[in-house]
């Protein structure tokens, strides 16, 4: 058997392995209590902001974080929310509802930090490369994306946070193939698990009943040029994933070396990679001051 027939078959056994594993993890997160009771107050007959205040105001730390990812200035609010009440009107009911969810995700599966995995800074990256997102998604036009993107872009990496959370063993020892060997972080993920990040993120999504589109872009961050048809929201979330790692701004260390797909080019219409490329350099002082926002 050749090389690449055996490795072929190394990491289809690791990916039966991995697929046991995580069908055999009972302490996988539900969804969050906070993002069920503002859901359930939305679908009352007749919600107000006053109520759904009082309600999301309960949990301090998600509020100041609400009140940080409006204000960051690639969210790309046109004026300063200073309470949370002031929030809802300003972005409504679904926007804030969308917010909620996404931070009460990320929060469900956080991890402690040690000497691989640095939980401020993931959560500093994942925050920018979501309101870059709902960001960059509005300045090209679509608006339809909504806060579909800051959520999709809040959760991108949220297979890093399964792996390290509920897979540690093999989260270190990707690390080390990386650090020693200087493998790729997708070539170690697939020799170590069978699978990656990506489609960990998606595993998880799924099990949280997620719209299938925010599952195709968590599984396609990296690659949005697979999908078919192609995904605006995949590209946006790619594009501003990059940015991070292009511009050194919030970016991580599971993401260097990334590449950027240039299929992007087409489907968020920029007309050319030279274009693409003035179009990341104009963004790099909101990239820094929604970095100072977040930290604040």
């Known amino acids: 058997m050749d090389k690449i027939n055996s490795e072929t078959l190394d990491r289809a056994q690791r990916r039966t392995e991995t697929e046991r594993l995580l069908s055999n993890i009972k302490s996988l997160p539900l969804i969050p209590k906070m993002m069920f009771e503002v859901t359930k107050f939305l679908q009352s007959p007749a919600p107000t902001t006053s109520g759904l205040a009082r309600l999301v105001g309960r949990d301090q730390g998600l509020t100041a974080k609400i009140l940080s990812v409006a204000n960051s200035p690639l969210y790309g609010l046109q004026r300063k929310v200073t309470s949370l009440e002031f929030a809802i009107i300003v972005l409504g009911y679904k926007e804030i509802s969308d917010i909620v969810s996404a931070l009460s995700l990320a929060e469900s599966i956080k991890s402690t930090s040690d000497k691989y995995f640095n939980h401020d800074e993931f959560w500093l990256h994942s925050m920018v490369v979501g309101s870059a997102a709902k ?39 990707i690390c080390r193939k990386v650090w020693q060997q200087e493998e790729s972080f ?16 998606k595993f998880l999504a799924e099990r949280w009943n997620l719209p299938v589109v925010l599952c195709d872009t968590l599984s396609h961050h990296h690659s949005p040029g697979e999908l078919n048809p192609r995904s605006v929201l995949a590209a946006v979330v790619h594009l501003a994933d990059y940015m ?10 599971w993401d260097e070396n ?10 968020l219409q920029l007309s050319s990679q030279e274009n693409l490329e003035k179009f990341i350099l104009e963004y790099k002082d909101l990239f ?7 930290r604040m």
């Open 135 to 173: 960001g960059i998604a509005q300045n090209l036009g679509h608006m339809d994306l909504g806060s579909d993107a800051f959520v999709a872009g809040m959760l991108h990496e949220l297979g890093i946070q399964l792996m390290h959370k509920y897979m540690h063993r093999q989260f270190e020892d």
């Open 186 to 201: 997708s070539g170690a993920e697939l020799d170590t698990l069978g699978m990656t990040h990506q489609e960990l993120g």
């Open 244 to 253: 991070t790692q292009k511009l050194k701004i919030a970016n991580v260390y």
């Open 258 to 267: 990334m590449q950027l797909d240039p299929s992007i080019v087409d489907t």
């Open 288 to 294: 820094i001051e929604t970095v100072f926002t977040i």
